[in-house]
Nanobody
Framework: QVQLVESGGGSVQPGGSLRLSCVVS????????VGWYRQAPGKQRELVAA???????SYTNSLKDRFTISRDNAKNTVYLQMNSLRPEDTAVYYC?????????????????WGQGTQVTVPS
C-alpha cells in the first residue's frame, strides 16, 4: 500500500508564493518518478512538473520560470515551490508517483495519486 498526502495549499494574493509538499508513505521499495498535476474548474488535469528518482526535472514550458520541483529522498517527500502566483494558477494540485511496493520477498510496481490540495489566487 502506498499513500500520498499533499499539503501547503491555500489562498495567496497575486505575486505571492506557496510551497506544496507531497509525502509518500507505505510499504515502499522505491519511489521512481513523482509528478505534480493540477486541475482547474472545468478543465482537464494537466502536468505541472515531474522529477525522476535521480533528480532529473521536467516542466510544462509555461511554468518553468516560476515553479520549481525538488525531492528529499530521505524523507520520501517531493516539493513544488510556486512563485509569482497568478489567478490562472488557481486549481487543485495533485501529487502522482510511480512506486515499487514491497510484496513478500519481492515488489510490484504501481502508480498512485494523492487527494489534492487547493491553491487559490484571487483576481
Amino acid at each position: 500500500q502506498v499513500q500520498l498526502v499533499e499539503s501547503g495549499g491555500g489562498s495567496v494574493q497575486p505575486g505571492g508564493s506557496l510551497r506544496l509538499s507531497c509525502v509518500v508513505s507505505g510499504t515502499i521499495f522505491s519511489i521512481d518518478t513523482v509528478g505534480w498535476y493540477r486541475q482547474a474548474p472545468g478543465k482537464q488535469r494537466e502536468l505541472v512538473a515531474a522529477i525522476s528518482s535521480g533528480g532529473t526535472t521536467s516542466y510544462t514550458n509555461s511554468l518553468k520560470d516560476r515553479f520549481t520541483i525538488s525531492r528529499d529522498n530521505a524523507k520520501n517527500t517531493v516539493y513544488l515551490q510556486m512563485n509569482s502566483l497568478r489567478p490562472e494558477d488557481t486549481a487543485v494540485y495533485y501529487c502522482n508517483a510511480d512506486a515499487r511496493v514491497r510484496s513478500g520477498s519481492g515488489y510490484y510496481s504501481g502508480n498512485y495519486w494523492g487527494q489534492g490540495t487547493q491553491v487559490t489566487v484571487p483576481s
